[in-house]
Nanobody, 125 residues
Framework: VQLQASGGGLVEAGGSLKLSCAAS????????VAWLRQRPGEEREFVAA????????FHVDSVKGRLAISRDRAKKTAYLQMNTLKPEDTAVYYC???????????????????WGQGTLVTVSS
């Protein structure tokens, strides 16, 4: 499966953006798609994941209520709706895919083997 992330840009604090992750070249029925981000000078961190078959989601506590993952099965596209953005949300956002779902809260970048190219989100104060 190949992934193409898009939708990043420059936004003022308090604003919103919606990122897209278009998948091609395979099926996602038994997979989970996630968004991860990498802030300047930091390691890549997990943000949210969605189980493709039934839409089950998991978000890290720090983004709950502001960022939300979703998917459109017909379009084979996952989304990250980002509201009430803060300067600390500035990062390159990546989408990634893995086979199956991970039970529990210990998600990390090591759980994913296929990645999109990343899209830059810059939040100005």
């Amino acid at each position: 499966v190949q992934l193409q992330a898009s939708g990043g840009g420059l936004v003022e604090a308090g604003g919103s953006l919606k990122l897209s992750c278009a998948a091609s070249g395979g099926t996602l029925n038994d997979h989970s798609v996630a968004w991860l981000r990498q802030r300047p000078g930091e390691e890549r961190e997990f943000v949210a994941a969605i189980r493709w078959a039934d839409g089950r989601t998991f978000h890290v506590d720090s983004v709950k209520g502001r960022l939300a993952i979703s998917r459109d099965r017909a379009k084979k596209t996952a989304y990250l709706q980002m509201n009430t953005l803060k300067p600390e949300d500035t990062a390159v956002y990546y989408c990634a895919v893995r086979f199956g779902w991970k039970v529990g809260s210990g998600w990390s970048s090591a759980d994913f083997g296929s990645w999109g190219q990343g899209t830059l989100v810059t939040v100005s104060s």
